[in-house]
C-alpha cells in the first residue's frame, strides 16, 4: 500500500514517470490533498496494528474524525480520516458489529463495553462484556445475561479448589473441524500484535468489540463437584449464536492442543451458574489456522480411579 507523504492517505494514483540518471520513477498523485511524490519518496505506510486499533475504535462508536485524531496522536502519524474510511470498508468482512453499529450507539451512545477486573489467585484477569450485544443475543438467556451484568467477586470461592485446566479427567469428545470467522480474525489480529504475551488479549479485545457473536471475555466460572470438590476458571470468549452459548479458547497452536476436559468444565461450571441446559452449550478452540467444535453434553467422561 502507498500512502501520500502528506496526508497519509492511500487514495494515490500513479501520474506518469520521471526520467532521471538512475532510470525511471513512477510518479504518484493523492487524490484526497493534490500531492505529487514519486516512488522514491517513500510515502506512510502503516503497520498493522494501526489499522486494528482503527477498525476497534470505529466500532466503539468513535467517528471517522476521532478515530483519525485519536490514532494521529497516539502513534505519532498524518494518518486521514479518509484512510480510516477505506480501512473500515476493506475490511467489512472482519468486523460484522458494524452492521449493528448505528442501533447499538442509539441505544448506548458509545458506551458499550463494561469491564470489570477480576483476581483470581494473585492474577488480574481482564473480565468485560458488551452491553448491546449481551442484550441482544441473550433475550431468551435471562440467567446467563444476569449472571454477567451481575457478577461479584464477594462470597464467590475462587481461591478453593482447582483451576479448570489443571484438573485430571479423562474426557471424550467427538470433535469436528470447522470454518469460523474466529480464525480470520485472530489471523488478522496477529498481524499487528508486537508482544508475544498480548496475542491472548489483543484477539479477545477484537471479537468483544468486532464481531456480532462474542459478548463478554475472560468470563470467570466455578462450581462444586462431589468427586473433585471446587473448580474455577475464566472462559476466554463466550459467544451466543442463534439461541445456543458457545465457549471458546484461543490456543497458539491448536492443532496440538488437546483441551477437551479444560472446556468441558467450563461448559458444565457456565451451564450451573446460568440455568443453561448443556445441550444448548458447545465447546471449541481455535488459532489463526483452525477452529475445533464439540458438544459437552455427548462427551463421556471418566473421573480419575473409575472405568
Known sequence: MINCPSCGSDNVRKKGKRVTGAGEKQIYQCRECGRRF???????????????????LYNMG????????????????????STVGRWIEKNRDIIPFIALREEALKKYDGEMIVE????????????????????????????????IENFSEEGRFFEDGERCSEVKLDVRVKKEVKVNLASRMARFVLEGVRVKKERHREIERFMLVNDSATVAVEVP???????????????????VRFGDVYVLDYKPDAEGEHPEAQLYFYALAIS?????????????????????????????????GKE
Open 272 to 304: 450451573f451458574r446460568t440455568k443453561v441446559p448443556l445441550q444448548k452449550i458447545k465447546c471449541a478452540w481455535f488459532d489463526e489456522s483452525v477452529y475445533y467444535e464439540f458438544s459437552p453434553a455427548k462427551a463421556r467422561v471418566s473421573y480419575p
Open 38 to 56: 514519486t516512488e522514491g519518496l517513500p510515502g506512510i505506510r502503516y503497520p498493522p496494528y494501526v489499522v486494528t486499533d482503527a477498525l476497534t
Open 116 to 147: 470489570k477486573e477480576v483476581t483470581h489467585r494473585g492474577i488480574t484477569y481482564p473480565f468485560a462484556y458488551h452491553r448491546y450485544k449481551l442484550e441482544k443475543r441473550c433475550s431468551d438467556l435471562p440467567g446467563l445475561k444476569g449472571y
Open 221 to 239: 466460572v466455578y462450581f462444586y463437584d462431589k468427586k473433585l470438590g471446587s473448580v474455577s476458571g475464566h472462559i476466554d470468549l463466550l459467544q
Open 62 to 81: 468513535y467517528n471517522l474524525d476521532e478515530v483519525a485524531r485519536s490514532l494521529r496522536k497516539r502513534y505519532k502519524t498524518r494518518l486521514s480520516r
